[in-house]
């Protein structure tokens, strides 16, 4: 059978023909995927989320939206590829949040301080209630604020606030703990 049959059996609702247009694609989706992220431990998780959205989509969207395909491997191709760039956007937003916590005016960071200034990081996250370190460490895991509000039965409007203050709270406390390291010498 070839690729169309297979997706033609999928957009009509039969799964298990998804588990085919798997076996004979996997290969070359799985290597689009490792170009973009530099990473086999992604670029395959990145493949079995695409394959499992699939999975998921329903039968009726399928119908009305992806029966007329005509290029199956395109439209797969391009579904990796857009997992592929959203995984990379993602790594540097958590990057340029990272940043923006521990060097507000600043964009860049030096690497012979940057792990001992992440501990610092922490010990200062650890300073947050619960709540707060929670919904931190899910953003800097990379969730999106949709998924977060989801996990705790939130608006993602409130999500973003909480996260907003939150960050804002790190920045001060970054900056009260900054200052006393600077005028900790002087204080003797």
Known sequence: MSLNDFWYLYTSGQNHALGDLYKSTHQKLFFIAFKYTK?????????????????HVP????????????????????????????????????IRIQQEIIYPQTKHVENSDFEEELQQLENL??????????LLRLHLAGYKNEE??????QSE?????????SRT???????????????????H
């Open 59 to 94: 039968i009726k969207q399928r119908e009305e939206h992806w029966s007329d395909i005509q290029s199956i491997e395109g439209f797969l191709v391009t579904l990796i590829k857009c997992k592929a760039l959203d995984y990379g956007k993602i790594q540097q937003n958590r």
């Open 169 to 187: 709270k790190l920045r001060l406390l970054w900056k009260k703990n900054y200052l006393l390291l600077i005028l900790l010498p002087w204080i």
């Open 125 to 134: 996250i650890q300073t947050l209630s619960e709540k707060e370190q929670q």
């Open 39 to 55: 990473n086999e431990a992604v670029a395959f998780d990145l493949l079995h989320d695409t394959f499992d959205y699939l999975l």
């Open 157 to 165: 409007k409130s999500i973003r606030n909480r996260l907003s203050e």
């Open 148 to 153: 977060i509000a989801t996990l705790q039965n």
